[in-house]
């Protein structure tokens, strides 16, 4: 729910702000009216420190607020978060030229940064790194086989289907589901008080 509601075909960007700092406008004037029935002591219901607790605020209003600093800084701002949402999309130069955004920013910093690393390192952490991407792939390829056969006899044994689950892309991340000794399903049923045949 909007305190303002946007304008619709409104060119001006600060027009909620000059709606808003006209409604301070009305409210200083209103209160600092001579008399004014809300801070007169004879129209004031409450205790003496509910008086001057009001009467407090609105000083302390009159003093603080500065209209002109208040829309300065919002100005400010608001120019800062849409430059900032301009980074973040990505800008078209002058000229045409698609700048990239800041997050294809960072992610060609951090392919740089292990290109550096990779041309930095010696053999031996070189042959260390190699063998830990030959690792991640077989112990991939592993719990493929191992989801692969699960599913197909899950498959074969309550839809008398057979299911088969390609392998992933190398490059592709893969996210197989944590197998329990009691199984796939076997904590779920463990839990649901089922007994569960042996071998």
Do not use: C
């Amino acid at each position: 729910m909007y305190l303002y509601p946007p304008l619709k075909n409104s060119s001006n960007p600060y027009a909620h702000l000059e709606e808003f700092v006209g409604d301070v406008q009305v409210l200083q004037k209103v209160l600092n009216i001579p008399g004014m029935p809300v801070l007169a002591e004879e129209r004031l219901s409450g205790s003496k420190s509910d008086k001057a607790t009001m009467l407090d605020l609105v000083t302390k209003f009159n003093e603080v607020w500065d209209e002109e600093m208040f829309v300065a800084q919002y100005k400010d701002w608001y120019d800062l978060v849409k430059r900032q949402q301009e980074l973040n999309a990505g800008t078209v130069s002058e000229d045409g030229e698609q700048q990239p955004s800041l997050s294809e920013l960072a992610e060609a910093i951090r392919e740089t940064e292990i290109e550096l690393s990779i041309a930095m390192a010696s053999k031996d952490q070189l042959d260390m790194v190699r063998k830990r991407l030959e690792d991640l792939r077989s112990s991939k390829a592993k719990r493929h086989a191992v989801l692969a056969s699960i599913v197909q006899d899950v498959g074969m044994r309550e839809l008398d289907e057979i299911i088969i689950v390609s392998p992933p892309e190398e490059d592709a991340t893969a996210e197989f589901p944590k197998l329990s000794e009691l199984g796939l399903f076997g904590d779920q049923l463990t839990m649901s008080g089922e007994v569960l045949p042996l071998g």
